[in-house]
DNA sequence: TTGATTGACATACTGCCGGTATGTTCGCGC
DNA sequence: GCGCGAACATACCGGCAGTATGTCAATCAA
């Protein structure tokens, strides 16, 4: 048998890059198979979670086997990162487009911390990211692959509010891990709370308020 | 065979309950088993995670067969609370004798916070109830299982320095799931560091600090 | 054009592990 | 001292991650 059930990708797919090289098309069918298992991963390990999601049943929202899955990554826990990164690349994106509107330096901190909130509301990222993600690769892992990405951003940006003399000597990264880790469970209670609505509001106050308090006790102390 | 290895145990304990009646040994020996299989359970998830560790592992480390260990519990997962239950009541314990000496109402939120934050940098509270917990127990559960206990102690704090009207109308719940979400990761952070006592000094420096702010910003906007 | 090579899969199999079903023994009430 | 049930132990099953192997087709060297 061997290739059986994958013609009808490459019958999809030839319709759509006739133009290109010959050379380029097999690399091109085999990234379309490896983003398909990967969004299957996304889907499956956010509703069902990493134990109670089989790579059999990814590779069949695929429409291939566990043979192909194999093919494109190393185990399991390979492909969990891939999703991981797919997800994480996306808030990103979008924290990242929040920077370019540059205004008052509180004001962009707000911005941020309201934008991340927003995305860690999204189902994908809290549990694949949030919950998950430490467990699944170790937190040292977790923590580099978030390095450059959403965790990165936020970081920026409290070094720059330090950097304007906005906190007292306060170490950076204390700062950011805390800011992360309190938006990230706050957005897991509101997701879990039965008024999402409601408590997402009264999430918001809170973050604000403490923001102007933190900004206001700051600037009373120091110049 | 039947009763093989259990032998020991009973030779063990029947040296120290002599004095008891006869009527309660046989609760006593399943009492010590389920405790030493709980034991074996928290050593276990805590340096190789749940995932990592299998039943007859934890049997094994306890003297007894997996048999026994389902005599006891329904499952891998009623086990894992069982070992979870055990931590969050240690660190809840070493919380209340805090609460005991009642002093300053932001004094005592201190206090608390810096025993949390220390009780976060236990190996076994924080696998087994900071990062594994939502993920093997599932949010809800895990949220359940922590009200009365250490996230209790940490919202009634929070609800007393609301009701002295330290903060501004801010949601109770809200403020808890942020301070402990802050911590947690902070700790992490800590425990996962190449020079946990620098960083653990930071952080203490830096939540002190926060919370000054916020004290001093509290105090200046409302009265 | 063709033979060899290799990438991109599919199929078949293995071992581990959680869970279950069943057996065995001993303590305890009568 | 006897039956009964609690407290275990043993044997087995099914699912699943991982591996070993097979197959086909696209590419390339000659």
Chains 1, 2 share one sequence.
Not at 16 to 21: K, N
Not at 73 to 96: I, P, T
Not at 178 to 200: Q, W
Request: hydrophobic share 45%; glycine share 8%; aromatic share 6%.
């Amino acid at each position: 048998m061997g290739m059986v059930g994958a013609g009808w990708r490459r019958l999809v797919i030839m319709a759509t890059v006739r133009a290109r090289r010959a050379s380029a098309r097999r690399a091109h069918y085999a990234a379309s198979t490896r983003d398909d298992l990967v969004r299957s991963a996304v889907s499956l390990f956010t509703t069902h979670g990493y134990a109670g999601t089989s790579l059999d049943t990814i590779a069949t929202r695929a429409r291939v086997t566990k043979g192909a899955l194999y093919h494109h990554f190393k185990g399991k826990q390979d492909l969990f990162e891939a999703a991981f990164s797919a997800v994480e690349r996306n808030v990103y994106s979008k924290l990242q487009r929040i920077l370019e509107k540059s205004e008052n330096l509180w004001v962009k901190a707000g911005l941020v911390v309201r934008e991340y909130l927003q995305s860690c509301l999204d189902p994908a990222y809290q549990r694949i990211v949030i919950h998950e993600g430490p467990v699944v690769m170790g937190w040292q892992r977790w923590r580099d692959a978030q390095e450059g990405l959403s965790y990165g951003v936020i970081r920026d940006v409290i070094a720059d509010l330090r950097a304007a003399g906005g906190l007292g000597g306060i170490s950076v990264e204390v700062t950011a891990r805390l800011v992360c880790g309190a938006l990230s469970t706050a957005a897991t209670m509101i997701a879990n709370s039965p008024d999402p609505k409601r408590v997402s509001e009264e999430t918001e106050d809170a973050v604000v308020r403490l923001l102007a308090l933190v900004r206001a006790g700051s600037e009373t102390q120091d110049g």
